[in-house]
């Protein structure tokens, strides 16, 4: 798996997040807690990355943490943040696979329930908080 270095930038409303080696990205998260804020900026990137990819483009190249600090271009970047976050290069979605789960009656009625809540399929709902638990 890729991970990309991120800058944050902390502020009165919470953390701001770029990464050098993704063109627009940027996340922002109004939370003092910078966990909660990292899980935000690990989801804007899943979603980011997925829309680099369905437009055609590729995931792009992850430099060291030496190599962007060598990047003149960045000197003002790195004096500014507060920190630097490794961030995973997570994709949302592949190829579809059937698989087999083994689950209580009671949790797979609970899935059910709250898949149709949000109007979501069994499978949906289960992928998407997989994805949850993976990036937050």
């Known amino acids: 798996m890729a991970y990309y270095i991120a800058l944050i930038f902390g502020d009165a409303g919470g953390y701001g997040f770029t990464i050098p080696d993704v063109p627009g990205f940027t996340a922002h998260a109004e939370t003092e807690d910078l966990e909660k804020a990292a899980a935000v900026a690990r ?3 899943t979603d980011h990355l ?3 990819i ?3 483009g590729e995931l792009p190249r992850a430099r060291t943490l030496k190599q962007l600090k060598a990047d003149r271009g ?3 970047d790195f004096a500014e943040a507060d920190a630097v976050m490794l961030l995973p290069a997570l994709l ?4 579809t696979k ?3 789960v083994t ?3 009671n949790t797979l009625n609970l899935i059910d329930r709250s898949a149709a809540d949000r109007k979501l399929t069994r499978s949906a709902f ?3 908080a997989a994805r949850q638990m993976a990036t937050g």
Not at 92 to 95: D, F
Request: avoid cysteine; hydrophobic fraction near 45%; glycine fraction near 8%.
């Open 43 to 45: 989801r804007v990137l």
């Open 74 to 76: 960045l000197k003002e």
């Open 103 to 105: 689950l209580d009656e």
């Open 54 to 56: 369905d437009h055609g």
């Open 98 to 100: 059937r698989v087999n």
């Open 92 to 95: 949302p979605a592949g190829r």
């Open 126 to 128: 289960i992928a998407e």
């Open 50 to 52: 997925a829309a680099l």
